[in-house]
């Protein structure tokens, strides 16, 4: 079972930004598709942003201000979010799906192994 080591989250005040890791214990980031999703209290848990050898998806609500990354070098997967808002606050997942297909996959179900979660709170 592939294990997704998560850290970076924290509390910033809106407008500041984080950044997420993710390294997983088998194999290369290159050899997923790699997505964040996220979920906040009473709401289910959504997609954030995706990559894999195709290329990079964003949910509407972070284009522009959120960026996902890999480095090979470091077999780490990365989550950058500027410009961080009160509705941004959730758990962070890191996900990770075998096989390969054309396109970012956004519904949760796609994705085999998840990071054990990380908080990410932002206050106004």
């Known amino acids: 079972q592939v294990q997704l080591v998560e850290s970076g989250g924290g509390l910033v005040q809106a407008g500041g930004s984080l950044r997420l890791s993710c390294a997983p214990s088998e194999g290369t980031v290159s050899d997923y598709g790699m997505g964040w999703f996220r979920q906040a209290p009473g709401k289910e848990r959504g997609f954030v942003a995706g990559?894999?050898?195709?290329?990079?998806s964003y949910a509407d609500s972070v284009k522009g201000r959120f960026t996902i990354s890999s480095d090979n070098a470091k077999n780490t997967l990365f989550l950058q979010m500027n410009s961080l808002k009160p509705e941004d606050t959730a758990v962070y997942y890191c996900?990770?799906?075998?096989?390969?297909?054309?396109?970012?996959?956004?519904?949760?179900?796609?994705?085999?192994?998840w990071g054990q979660g990380t908080q990410v709170t932002v206050s106004s």
């Open positions: 990559i894999n050898w195709s290329g990079h």
């Open positions: 996900a990770a799906r075998t096989g390969i297909v054309f396109g970012i996959r956004s519904d949760p179900n796609d994705y085999e192994h």
